[in-house]
C-alpha cells in the first residue's frame, strides 16, 4: 500500500518530463526501495524513469527489480540500450538474466556486447545449472604474488572499479594459479611496510571450490567457514572466479524452496506462484498426485487382500485409520529430522547404523507410549478389546508400526542420499505411503495370527 502512494507522483513527473525530480528520486533513496516504490509501474515506465539515472545507479536499481520486469525490458526495450545496461551488470547476474531470454534475442544481444563481456557470459553459460561455475562471478580482485604492498594499492585503484567485492584480495602467480589471500584488513595494516611482498602477507590456508561443485555444498562450505566469498578454481587450481555470500543466500533460499516443495509432492516452480502458468502448476501438482494416487491405490489393494477378515471381525476396520497415521506420522517426523541433518551435513551415508540404532530405540519408545495410549483408550471406548486377545492387537500393533516407521522414515533419506538423489525426495507423502501399506500388513496379519489362536 504504502509503494502504490507513489505512483501517481511517478507518473506525473513522466508526463511532465521533469528531470530534475527524476534524477533525484533515483539517486535519493537505496536502489532497492527505488525499485520497490516502482512496483506498480508498467515495464516500459520503469525503464523511462532509468533512464535519468546514472549507468551506476540505473543498473543497481534494475538488479533490484522483479524478474518478470526485468524480462520484459529486455524483450521489449531497444537491443543497443539494452545490451549497454547488460554490460554493466555482475557477470552472474547477467547470465543468469540471459538463461531465461529466448535464444534468438539473446544471440542479438551478445553480437551487440563487447568481445571481452561476450566470452565472458558464453564461458560461464557452459557450466551446467547448479553448480560453483554457474553462479560465480569473474570480477574479483587478483593480485600478483611478486607485487609489493604499494604496488598492490595502486593496482587496486585501478581494478576498482570493475570489482563486485574487495573483501578478499586473490593472490595468483604468473600462470594464473591461484596461491592465497589476503584481505583488504591485512593489507590496510601492512600500510607503513610499502615494500613488503604479497607473497610474504597472503594466507595460504585456503578453503576452495571446484567449478563443477554442487552449489548446495559450496553454500554449506561457505556457512560452515563464515566466509565473505570462497574462489572457484579448476582441477589445475586455476583461478576462475569467486561466489559472494550475496549468491550464497539466494543459493541457499532456492535450495529451501525447492525442499518445501518437495516435502508436500510439488515438482519446484521455475517462477512465482502468479508467473506461472496454470497448466505448468497443475503439471507440477498433478504428476506427483498420480504417483500418491497409486501409492494410495496400492493400500486399498493391500486392504482387499484382508476383505475376508475385515468382515468376520467388522470391529477391526476401526483402528484402521488410527494404525496408519501413528506410523505415518512417526515416519515422517524421521524422514524430517533426518533429511535436515543431512542437508546441515551433520550425518552422512556411513552414519547409517548409529542411525538405525537410534530410530529404533525412538521406536520403541514412541510405540510403547502409544502402545499405553491404545490399551486405555480402546479398553473404555470398545467392548470388543476388552479382553484377550482384542485387547492385545491395537497395542503391538502400534508398537511395531511406529518401529517400523521410524525405521523406514530414516533409512530412505539416507539411501536417496547414497545414490546421488535429493533426499527432499523421500518427503512425507511418500514416507506415508509406504507406512500406509506396511501399517496395514502388521495389523492385519497381528490380528489373524492373535484371533485365530483362540
Same mark, same amino acid.
Given at each position: 500500500?504504502?509503494?502504490?502512494?507513489?505512483?501517481?507522483?511517478?507518473?506525473?513527473?513522466?508526463?511532465?518530463?521533469?528531470?530534475?525530480?527524476?534524477?533525484?528520486?533515483?539517486? #535519493?533513496?537505496?536502489?532497492?526501495?527505488?525499485? $520497490?516504490?516502482?512496483?506498480?509501474?508498467?515495464?516500459?515506465?520503469?525503464?523511462?524513469?532509468?533512464? !535519468?539515472?546514472?549507468?551506476?545507479?540505473?543498473?543497481?536499481?534494475?538488479?533490484?527489480?522483479?524478474? =518478470?520486469?526485468?524480462?520484459?525490458?529486455?524483450?521489449?526495450?531497444?537491443?543497443?540500450?539494452?545490451? #549497454? &545496461?547488460?554490460?554493466?551488470? =555482475?557477470?552472474?547476474?547477467?547470465?543468469?538474466?540471459?538463461?531465461?531470454?529466448? /535464444?534468438?534475442?539473446?544471440?542479438?544481444?551478445? %553480437?551487440?556486447?563487447?568481445?571481452?563481456?561476450?566470452?565472458?557470459?558464453?564461458?560461464?553459460?557452459?557450466?551446467?545449472?547448479?553448480?560453483?561455475?554457474?553462479?560465480?562471478?569473474?570480477?574479483? =580482485? /587478483?593480485?600478483?604474488?611478486?607485487?609489493?604492498?604499494?604496488? =598492490?594499492?595502486?593496482?587496486?585503484?585501478?581494478?576498482?572499479?570493475?570489482?563486485?567485492?574487495?573483501?578478499?584480495? !586473490?593472490?595468483?602467480?604468473?600462470?594464473?594459479?591461484?596461491?592465497?589471500?589476503?584481505?583488504?584488513?591485512?593489507?590496510?595494516?601492512?600500510?607503513?611496510?610499502?615494500?613488503?611482498?604479497?607473497?610474504?602477507?597472503?594466507?595460504?590456508?585456503?578453503?576452495?571450490? &571446484?567449478?563443477?561443485?554442487?552449489?548446495?555444498?559450496?553454500?554449506?562450505?561457505?556457512?560452515? !567457514?563464515?566466509?565473505?566469498?570462497?574462489?572457484?578454481?579448476?582441477?589445475?587450481?586455476?583461478?576462475?572466479?569467486?561466489?559472494?555470500?550475496?549468491?550464497?543466500?539466494?543459493?541457499?533460499?532456492?535450495?529451501?524452496?525447492?525442499?518445501?516443495?518437495?516435502?508436500?509432492?510439488?515438482?519446484?516452480?521455475?517462477?512465482?506462484?502468479?508467473?506461472?502458468?496454470? &497448466?505448468?502448476?497443475?503439471?507440477?501438482?498433478?504428476?506427483?498426485?498420480?504417483?500418491?494416487?497409486?501409492?494410495?491405490?496400492?493400500?486399498?489393494?493391500?486392504? /482387499?487382500?484382508?476383505?475376508?477378515?475385515?468382515?468376520?471381525?467388522?470391529?477391526?476396520?476401526?483402528?484402521?485409520?488410527?494404525?496408519? *497415521?501413528?506410523?505415518?506420522?512417526?515416519?515422517?517426523?524421521?524422514?524430517?529430522?533426518?533429511?535436515?541433518?543431512?542437508?546441515?551435513?551433520?550425518?552422512?551415508?556411513?552414519?547409517?547404523?548409529?542411525?538405525?540404532?537410534?530410530?529404533?530405540?525412538?521406536?520403541?519408545?514412541? %510405540?510403547?507410549?502409544?502402545?499405553?495410549?491404545?490399551?486405555?483408550?480402546?479398553?473404555?471406548?470398545?467392548?470388543?478389546?476388552?479382553?484377550?486377545?482384542?485387547?492385545?492387537?491395537?497395542?503391538?500393533?502400534? &508398537?511395531?508400526?511406529?518401529?517400523?516407521?521410524?525405521?523406514? %522414515?530414516?533409512?530412505?533419506?539416507?539411501?536417496? /542420499?547414497?545414490?546421488?538423489?535429493?533426499? #527432499?525426495?523421500?518427503? *512425507?507423502?511418500?514416507?506415508?505411503?509406504?507406512? $500406509?501399506?506396511?501399517?496395514?500388513?502388521?495389523?492385519?496379519?497381528?490380528?489373524?495370527?492373535?484371533?485365530?489362536?483362540?
Amino acid at each position: 500500500m504504502e509503494n502504490t502512494l507513489y505512483l501517481p507522483e511517478i507518473r506525473e513527473m513522466l508526463a511532465e518530463q521533469d528531470t530534475a525530480a527524476l534524477q533525484e528520486f533515483c539517486k #535519493a533513496l537505496h536502489p532497492a526501495r527505488t525499485a $520497490d516504490f516502482m512496483g506498480g509501474l508498467e515495464s516500459t515506465e520503469v525503464w523511462q524513469v532509468l533512464q !535519468y539515472a546514472d549507468p551506476s545507479e540505473r543498473v543497481e536499481i534494475f538488479s533490484y527489480l522483479p524478474e =518478470a520486469t526485468q524480462l520484459e525490458i529486455v524483450r521489449t526495450e531497444g537491443a543497443t540500450e539494452v545490451a #549497454a &545496461l547488460i554490460t554493466e551488470l =555482475a557477470s552472474d547476474d547477467r547470465v543468469d538474466l540471459l538463461q531465461n531470454i529466448e /535464444k534468438p534475442l539473446v544471440q542479438s544481444l551478445l %553480437g551487440l556486447l563487447p568481445a571481452e563481456d561476450r566470452r565472458d557470459i558464453l564461458r560461464l553459460q557452459a557450466y551446467p545449472e547448479g553448480t560453483a561455475g554457474s553462479v560465480m562471478t569473474t570480477e574479483f =580482485a /587478483k593480485l600478483a604474488e611478486s607485487m609489493t604492498v604499494q604496488e =598492490a594499492f595502486q593496482e587496486l585503484g585501478r581494478q576498482v572499479e570493475d570489482l563486485e567485492t574487495v573483501y578478499y584480495l !586473490y593472490i595468483v602467480d604468473e600462470q594464473e594459479r591461484l596461491r592465497g589471500l589476503v584481505s583488504a584488513r591485512n593489507l590496510i595494516s601492512a600500510i607503513n611496510k610499502p615494500n613488503m611482498l604479497l607473497q610474504d602477507l597472503m594466507d595460504t590456508q585456503l578453503i576452495a571450490v &571446484l567449478a563443477g561443485d554442487d552449489q548446495e555444498q559450496v553454500a554449506q562450505k561457505v556457512a560452515r !567457514y563464515d566466509l565473505l566469498a570462497i574462489p572457484v578454481i579448476d582441477e589445475q587450481n586455476h583461478m576462475l572466479g569467486i561466489i559472494t555470500h550475496d549468491d550464497v543466500i539466494d543459493v541457499i533460499r532456492e535450495e529451501a524452496v525447492e525442499d518445501a516443495y518437495r516435502s508436500a509432492a510439488v515438482a519446484p516452480l521455475g517462477q512465482g506462484y502468479f508467473d506461472t502458468h496454470l &497448466l505448468s502448476l497443475t503439471w507440477s501438482r498433478g504428476i506427483w498426485l498420480a504417483v500418491l494416487f497409486f501409492a494410495a491405490l496400492l493400500t486399498a489393494i493391500v486392504l /482387499k487382500q484382508y476383505e475376508a477378515r475385515i468382515e468376520s471381525w467388522a470391529w477391526l476396520s476401526v483402528f484402521i485409520p488410527l494404525i496408519i *497415521s501413528s506410523g505415518g506420522n512417526s515416519g515422517n517426523q524421521s524422514a524430517t529430522l533426518i533429511i535436515t541433518a543431512l542437508t546441515l551435513q551433520e550425518i552422512s551415508f556411513r552414519d547409517w547404523w548409529r542411525v538405525v540404532k537410534r530410530e529404533l530405540a525412538m521406536g520403541l519408545l514412541l %510405540g510403547s507410549g502409544l502402545a499405553l495410549c491404545g490399551i486405555l483408550s480402546t479398553y473404555f471406548l470398545f467392548e470388543e478389546t476388552r479382553s484377550f486377545p482384542g485387547i492385545a492387537i491395537i497395542p503391538l500393533t502400534l &508398537l511395531l508400526v511406529v518401529i517400523c516407521g521410524t525405521c523406514t %522414515g530414516s533409512i530412505l533419506p539416507l539411501l536417496f /542420499k547414497r545414490l546421488g538423489l535429493d533426499p #527432499a525426495l523421500m518427503s *512425507s507423502p511418500f514416507v506415508a505411503g509406504i507406512i $500406509d501399506i506396511l501399517g496395514i500388513v502388521i495389523y492385519m496379519n497381528i490380528a489373524v495370527i492373535l484371533l485365530t489362536s483362540i
